[in-house]
């Protein structure tokens, strides 16, 4: 192939994929329990990850309360009061996490954006990055959770192990 019609179509594939992710936003923000929520939890995306940066920039300026989570011992973790003047900064693992600021208790929490790296849509099963943390976080959890599925981690039923302490993700955006 040349390098002109090659380029074209890459080109033409990266904004493919930039308009799949737009796509998931989208149907995000279209939500019920998206638009019902006023405090809204979702991560600090890694690079890997779909980008959480514009749910949270939405989230702000709608006015909801954004909060991010912060891991603890023993595989728990917590969920920080963000906005864009939080310090943060980098664990061992390469996450941004927020320095100080107010913790926000479970039950103020009405709406978790919770990452993984598979997501089953029928079953609702998830599989996570292997630590557990949202299996423990979500276990007496009662308000919404929604994932954001891309291409490549959405699955009809799970093609892994699932365990009884795994925690079903009520909506799985794809
Ligand atoms: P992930 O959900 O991140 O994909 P796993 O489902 O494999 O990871 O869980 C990781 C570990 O976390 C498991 O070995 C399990 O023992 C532990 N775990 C998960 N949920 C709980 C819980 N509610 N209480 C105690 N340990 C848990
Ligand atoms: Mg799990």
Redesign the pocket.
């Known amino acids: 192939m040349n390098k002109k019609a090659l380029r074209s179509r890459i080109i033409r594939a990266l904004k493919q994929t930039q308009s799949i992710d737009q796509n998931l936003y989208q149907k995000l923000f279209e939500h019920p329990d998206w638009q019902t929520a006023k405090t809204v939890a979702v991560t600090l995306s890694a690079p890997i990850e779909l980008d959480t940066a514009p749910i949270i920039d939405r989230a702000l300026s709608q006015g909801k309360r954004v909060v991010v989570p912060r891991t603890l011992p023993d595989?728990q973790m917590e969920f920080v009061a963000y906005d864009h003047t939080t310090p943060l900064f980098q664990t061992a693992f390469g996450i941004m996490e927020p320095k100080g600021g107010s913790v926000i208790a479970k039950p103020e929490i009405d709406l978790i954006i919770v990452p993984?790296?598979a997501f089953a849509s029928r079953t609702h099963d998830?599989?996570?990055?292997?630590?557990?943390?949202?299996?423990?976080y979500?276990?007496d959890y009662q308000g919404h959770t929604i994932s954001l599925a891309r291409g490549p981690q959405l699955f009809e039923t799970p093609n892994w192990?699932v365990?009884q302490?795994?925690?079903k993700i009520q909506t799985i955006i794809s």
């Open positions: 595989f993984g790296l998830r599989l996570g990055f292997g630590g557990g943390f949202y299996d423990r979500l276990a192990d365990n302490f795994d925690i």
